[in-house]
């Protein structure tokens, strides 16, 4: 805490539907309710601040309009959440960022619009634990490689790709999929990206088992 502008940053990958977004926000929650307790220094009148915060890697996705604009555009929208259709030279950048400056605004994705909204996240000199989730954080290949090099921890959420893909499914039907649709989805995009994602849970500090609740 001495030092204004260091950032404990672990990385958080996991296949669609392994439950890494519910885990991040339950990590965030609990660093930020104990933190009080260790920090005896604080006044007892003053709401200390949050620690913790998530940064999600949903809004470095491609804008449709860049899908637009490659070579097969009905192609690239089908396989939207496949590594291509994300744009991890500036995931990198606002980690570098985080990391020399102490402070980063970050972009979220509007699941309403489909597109990244920039700047919607900022994550500030007060956030000492960064808890970064997304599929590809631990690839090691090309930019994702110098991605993974960033993180102080490297943490790979394990579940079976049969029930991650349940968990896709009742989610796709729930933001109004027809589930012939859904079933389409899985096994042309979500199913391909998870066997890519779990590739790369050998490059993980801590393993975590997914369970239902």
Not at 9 to 38: C, D, F, Y
Not at 167 to 186: C, E, F, Q, S, Y
Request: net charge negative.
């Amino acid at each position: 805490m001495s030092n204004p502008n260091l950032k404990y940053i672990v990385g958080l990958a996991g296949s669609p539907g392994s439950g890494k977004s519910t885990i991040a926000a339950e990590v965030v929650q609990r660093v930020n309710r104990l933190w009080p307790q260790k920090a005896c220094a604080l006044d007892s009148q003053v709401s200390p601040p949050d620690v913790a915060a998530v940064l999600p890697m949903d809004g470095f996705h491609l804008y449709c309009s860049q899908l637009d604009a490659m070579e097969n555009p009905e192609e690239a929208h089908a396989r939207r959440g496949a590594p291509w259709t994300f744009n991890p030279e500036l995931l990198l950048k606002s980690l570098k960022t985080l990391r020399s400056q102490g402070s980063v605004y970050a972009p979220s994705f509007d699941h309403g619009v489909g597109d990244p909204v920039e700047d919607d996240i900022f994550v500030s000199l007060q956030h000492k634990v960064v808890i970064v989730e997304g599929n590809y954080l631990l690839l090691d290949d090309g930019i994702w490689k110098e991605i993974s090099a960033m993180f102080d921890e490297k943490w790979f959420v394990e579940v079976d790709v049969d029930k991650a893909m349940e968990r896709v499914r009742m989610r796709h039907i729930l933001t109004g999929k027809p589930p012939d649709v859904a079933k389409w989805r899985i096994e042309y995009n979500d199913r391909p990206n998870a066997e890519t994602v779990n590739k790369s849970k050998k490059n993980a500090d801590l393993i975590i088992r997914s369970i239902d609740f």
